[in-house]
């Protein structure tokens, strides 16, 4: 069997999960899809889950309150192993791909990391993955009784329902004490379209100016758009935003139908995370930015200047 | 109790990359330290510095002999001795594990420090695999640690969020941009660092064997439009712009 990890926040099913079975299904590989749900309290996701799996396995139990990697690699490394399961996926979350390589390991198994496309080849599976700050795409391949994969965000469509919903199971794990005690949490929540859903982007860069420009020009814009809000490092760095918003190498991976840079470089690292958006559009006050280099659209003049009047256009 | 850290030779961010028979070629490419790895060095050194019962931190390479000049900048840091475990093959970061897990055990190691993600291949997997194969636990894109005892506090950034947490060492940490400033290294400590030991130790005593092939890489360009639109009247800038999305990208109604 095919097993997938689901991911989940607030009793919803995460749309990260819909994308996984998308993969699955693209694999080639295999047996019934098959999806692990584990938390607590997570009826409404097994449901969620159902309509789109052949079967689902629910671990609704208190030790899978809160996610902790120890404990989700035993619980995936243990149903994996009873259900003989052949293919085991997770999301390439930043959880995703924390616990994934200690599955690989208790199950010895090679390990395709934040793959963009999945398929058979023979007895081998074989995906492609973003490589040098997503510059190259290189094509890996992994043979084995068993391989674990995760899927990069964004980079397959959502699976829509097949047929009748799967059977729901409950299972028993025997998990591990978790030994990471955790003190404190600060949940930093974007009040904006999902960034990983939003098919038009505004960002911001250090050129906005002030956390108080990006209020009125950043969000302003993305108001007056319908568009989900971004942020560079350097902006999350200086506490303008929250983390949450940060694209690049270090934070999310987009891939919007239009992607509007107000005051960014064009840092490698920033691209590495918006390069693949279909449409680019950059304004910039130095005609030397490299964002212009991957723009398909870009005014070179102020943010103070050309904002409003974006702002006031669009309203028309 | 020693510390390992983890370093690699990666491109430098902006350097070109090109493609030779299907795979990346590093030829006559600047390299530098991961920026990442670095990160860890910087912190073994200032957990040390703070108190810490730090005996010694040692830099560990696995990879072409490039790695040698790494080492030589995590020494020249001030890490106590080197160890490369020299080989031309490229092994995936589950692979790696193997070496990193022995390394620890026989190093009498109690803390792993590794770059959250590297710069070039782009795994997040070094880390997490190494802690599995020593049954230790993890933390993930930390950016702040502090040692007290064999205890380890700090914070680190979560899916949604980041949370402040306390793990009983040993454990492995990976490391992230935002824990602290990289020091350079002084004229004197690089020539000090010429005299530390930089151990060469034989791949194969490893026992590696490759489980995830490369089998191509293409550089990913994308033809943009490079449209430019003159910003010195912003209102007709503006229009224009607007324009454009509706009719030629189609990405507004
Ligand atoms: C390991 C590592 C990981 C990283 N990960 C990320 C990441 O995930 N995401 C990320 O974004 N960065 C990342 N960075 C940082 C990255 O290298 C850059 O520092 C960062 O992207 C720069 O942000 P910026 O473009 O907002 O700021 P700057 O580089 O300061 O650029 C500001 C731009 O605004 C323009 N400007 C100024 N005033 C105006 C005005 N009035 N009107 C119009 N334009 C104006 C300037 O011409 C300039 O081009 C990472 C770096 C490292 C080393």
């Known amino acids: 069997m095919i097993l997938i990890v689901a991911e989940h926040t607030a009793g919803k099913l995460g749309k990260a999960t819909l994308e996984m079975v998308s993969a699955a299904r693209d694999s080639g590989r295999e047996g019934p899809i098959t999806v692990l749900v584990l938390g607590q309290n997570v009826a409404s996701v097994a449901t969620e889950a159902a309509a789109v799996a052949d079967q689902v396995l629910v671990a609704d139990l208190p030790g899978l309150a809160t996610y902790n990697a120890e404990t989700w690699a035993a619980a995936a490394a243990q149903i994996a192993q009873e259900g003989e399961a052949h293919t085991i996926i997770m999301g390439g979350s930043r959880s995703g791909r924390e616990y994934a390589p200690r599955v690989a390991v208790k199950l010895d198994a090679p390990y395709l990391e934040d793959v963009t496309s999945l398929k058979g080849n023979g007895a081998a599976l074989q995906g492609q993955r973003y490589t040098y700050l997503a510059r190259v795409t290189e094509t890996v391949e992994a043979e084995g009784p068993v391989v674990v994969v995760t899927v990069k965000p964004g980079s397959f469509a959502a699976a829509a329902p097949a047929g009748a919903a799967g059977e729901q199971y409950d299972v028993e794990l025997n998990l591990p004490a978790p030994r990471v005690e955790i003190t404190g949490k600060s949940v930093e929540k974007s009040s904006r379209v999902a960034l990983a859903e939003a098919d038009l982007i505004v960002t911001g860069g250090r050129g906005v100016g002030s956390p108080e420009n990006f209020t009125k020009y950043v969000e302003g814009l993305a108001d007056a758009l319908g568009a989900g809000v971004g942020a560079t490092r350097a902006v999350v760095d200086a506490g303008w935003r929250p983390y949450a918003e940060q694209v690049g190498q270090t934070g999310k991976t987009v891939q919007p139908g239009a992607y509007i840079a107000l005051g960014v470089s064009g840092a490698v690292q920033h691209l590495s995370g918006m390069g693949k958006s279909k449409n680019i559009i950059a304004i910039n006050k130095d005609a030397e930015a490299p964002i212009f280099k991957v723009a398909d659209y870009g005014i070179v003049g102020d943010i103070n200047e050309i904002v409003p009047a974006l702002i006031e256009a669009s309203k028309k | ?253």
């Not at chain 2, 696995?62 to 020299?86: C, F, Q, S, W, Y």
């Open chain 2, 1 to 253: 109790m020693n510390i390992l850290t983890l370093v690699r030779q990666v491109p430098d961010a902006e350097a070109r990359v090109k493609i030779n028979q299907q795979t990346v070629d590093l030829d006559g490419t600047t390299l530098v330290v991961d920026g990442m790895d670095e990160y860890g060095v910087e912190e073994a050194l200032r957990l040390r510095e703070s108190g810490a019962g730090v005996e010694q931190i040692i830099a560990l390479a696995i990879g072409p002999k490039r790695n040698e000049d790494a080492l030589r900048t995590a020494l020249a840091m001030g890490v106590d001795r080197a160890i490369h475990v020299e080989t031309d093959e490229h092994f995936d970061a589950v692979t790696l594990s193997k070496v990193v897990a022995q390394v620890a055990q026989s190093e009498n190691v109690g803390l792993i420090l590794v770059g959250g993600q590297e710069a070039d291949w782009d795994s997040q997997a070094l880390g997490a695999a190494s802690a599995e194969r020593l049954s230790w636990p993890q933390l993930t894109w930390t950016n702040e640690l502090k040692l007290d005892g064999d205890t380890l506090t700090g914070r680190h950034d979560v899916d949604d969020g980041n949370e402040s947490f306390r793990v009983t060492l040993p454990a492995v940490v990976t490391t992230q941009q935002g824990l602290n400033e990289p020091r350079y290294p002084t004229l004197p400590n690089i020539m000090k660092a010429k005299k530390k030991e930089l151990r060469k130790d034989d791949a194969a005593a490893y026992g590696l064997q490759a489980r995830v092939r490369t089998v191509g890489a293409e550089i990913q360009t994308r033809a943009r439009r490079n449209t430019m639109i003159d910003g010195k009247d912003p209102q007709a800038a503006a229009a224009q712009l607007l324009e454009l999305l509706r009719s030629e990208a189609k990405v507004l109604a």
